[in-house]
């Protein structure tokens, strides 16, 4: 099986997608240090890698399929040092997703 691979930076100030690798990709802030960001429809997201760009703390990143999401989904949270929900974060995520 092949994968494709797509990236897409993430800005917290107002919150919005600053670059990514494919057209259409959008984030919605669920709460505090929770986001979801959504791939192009046909994306079926099967792994993916995320890190803070200018923070000190932890980045989880979730295939949607694993999250109670659409499998073009991607649940993120993003935690300070103390292990508590953090915003104003600036991350990168990349997900992978088989090609047919």
Not at 57 to 65: D, K, L, R, V
């Amino acid at each position: 099986m092949n994968f494709g691979m797509s990236v897409a930076v993430i800005e917290s100030s107002p919150l919005r997608v600053v670059a990514s690798s494919d057209f259409g990709v959008s984030i919605e802030e669920v709460q505090l240090g929770e986001y979801i960001v959504t791939f192009p429809v046909g994306f079926r997201v099967a792994g993916c890698v995320a890190t803070q760009n200018n923070s000190a703390g932890t980045i989880t990143a979730i295939p949607g399929s694993n999250s109670a999401l659409s499998p073009n989904q991607v649940r993120v949270v993003t935690l300070n040092l103390n292990n508590s929900f953090a915003g104003g974060l600036t991350y990168t995520l990349v997900v992978f997703y088989p090609i047919p």
